[in-house]
């Protein structure tokens, strides 16, 4: 389980490179809080269990520092008695914070508030932070706070722990559900077969086989990725129920086993494989994200299909063969003891005819409702064939105006807003910053050739009070400049040597927070909670206009000046994946023509599929924007999903109509006579897919929730498409391209007559 810095941004980039080679490695820290309430927090005895507890958190393995306000009055009654203790009377503690006051409101925000941090490295693995959480948490209970306070562990890393952790323990109840749910297709949709609940398992071993290759391959998990599983159980039940039906068919027609097998891999083989083949285009295309984490579900995506038609290929299929060649064996057994006398040819005749018997009546019973299934599908097929200017204008006005509207569809890119909002850590999170307001930041990076030179200080100092008195979101500046005018009378010296004579006595911790080496410094604009006040563009435009500032007050010749830090990199980075949905959306629709095209070598056959599903595309555009919906990191991978999951539909639909066409049907007859004998399979696939997809609105993550819902609607606008758009596309182009032909071809024969029968000819 991945969800750091790698997840969001290429290690390639400049982004990635400026945030954690720069900054994570050299400046930043991330911070545990303990946060305690609850009572008068300047009270001696509260204030001995806070320095107890700042003393054990010293010690934990990865802290590099820690603040308290008992640490502050210590110091400070040092200073005035030669006393490295907290004074016993309140009266005394109060005089020492008014004497501090302004350096210690984030370590005392209120009289009924303090607040402990625990600094750690920026770049501290995920394992590291468990652990220093953790060690944090025993220290907390070993301190002997009085009862009458409260104490809460929180800050950053505690909520990215708990919500990774909430993320791994959906994932089983996800799985859980989509198993359930395909208990109940399998038996609404598969009566017809034995071991009609055969496909469930067959569909859980090639996620095992996925999960296997991620292993391998070394494929993290991510909030993303995660949400590919019940995606895959809906896809991969498919392929298992097309071998399953496929075999069971030739068993019943009374092929032996053995050629039972060959005919299945022979015939449904080929048409499962291009299917995968298209659905695998069409996710290649989430490879255009710049994005890590949607470049790995695309990775999840594409591992798993095949799996799973590896799994129904090879153990499916033999599974079965397996054990339709147990029962006759243990039927002949049974037989042999029960009736010697018995011809066994004769008593093998009249066991196969029962075995008919029985599965005609099993048919003949669910026969009613599947004869109106396919009725209705017969009818909207002709409907949309006797009317196709009809049908496909109204479906592409509702197209276009989708994808014109679709611009007008919110993105949300609160993170908070991802997680489920009664999650203990989030709450925590929110009651912290409740109290000591936002700790958003723009962090600046100063490279230099000396950082003791009064020139680059000097305008540290002017940039920053010029950025905190005219920008509106940039409350307050920090850097190293405010401590060292503070220990030479309010100014800035006028040589190198003075200032690097004042850094030799700033406190190693304080320094190595601004100061790295002698070529480079850190300036820090806080900006509160911006991200939640100006959102994603407004954080985005103020980044922009510090920039601008930056060339208009340009820093010293030789001094390079880089913009990065969390704000920085979550902005750029949730832009990125909202942004780019529609290069991603073309991408895959280019993808499966082209695949397409290679396959058939006919562009009527490449087009027809790819029409269908940008009809989808618009039409969900148009749904998003109607039913209030908001474009989240994973509803802006849809485009593709419908490309891959829908493209499907459209080829098995498009296989039966020319082999019905092959028959001499004409292109009505055809359409009609393939949407009667398949359209009742494609219905049961995409029953099984839609259930799969559905799984996702359970999960506690309102992101995941909002894709699963999304996804849903979308799959079932596909199987609208493909019994409304498709049959009217096929059957126009098909006619156009027939009557062409047949012009070229009277053409053709009128040239021949009108040469053979030429003068020149006959003298020839």
Known sequence: ???GTETFVEKTSKLYQDYDHLYLRIFATESIAVLVEGGDVTRPELLKAVDRLQQQVKTIPGVVGTASVASVIK???YQMTGQHIIPDSQGEIRSIIASRSSDIDMLLPDDTHTIVWVEMAGDSTDNEKIEILRETEIAVGQSGFPPAYGVIVTGDPAFM????????TSMGPLLMISALLMLVVLYLAFRHVRWKLLP????????IYTFGAMGYLKIPLSMVSMSAFPILIGLGIDYAIQFHNRIEEELERGEDEAQAVIETIKHTGPAVLIAVTITGLGFFSLFTSS???IQDFGKLLLIGIVMCFLSSLFVGVTVIYGLDTLIKKKNNKNNNNKNDHIDHNKHNKLNSNSTKLKKQSSIASSGPKDSKIEQFLKRTTAISIKHPILVLGIAGLMCFSGLYVDSFVPIQTDVQTFVPQDMPALIDLTHLGDIIGGTDALNIIIKVDDSA???????IDEFSEHEVERRAHIYDASSIVPIIKSMNGGTIPDNSADIERLYQQVPQMQKDRYVHGKNMLLLDFGIGNS?????LEGVRELTDIVREDIAWMSPPPGVEVTITGNSVVFTTVIWSLTSGRVAMTLTGLILVFAGLLVIYRDWLKAITPVVTMFMVIGWAGGIMYFTGLEYTPMTATLGALILGVGSEYAILMMERYYEEKDKGANPAEAMCAASAKIGKAIFASGLTTLVGFSALIASPFSMNSNFGLVTVMDVALALLATFMVFPA???KLDEWRERKKAIHTNNTRQRDRFIFNSPDVDAQ
């Open 1 to 3: 389980m991945e969800s």
């Open 453 to 459: 030179d009064p020139e680059v200080l000097r305008w």
């Open 75 to 77: 110091d400070t009654n």
């Open 729 to 731: 596309v096929i059957v």
């Open 200 to 207: 469930l398992p067959i569909v859980l071993l090639g996620i």
């Open 291 to 293: 994005v890590p984490m």
């Open 161 to 168: 722990i708990a919500m990774n952790y909430e993320m791994t």
């Open 531 to 535: 991200i939640n006040d100006i959102g």
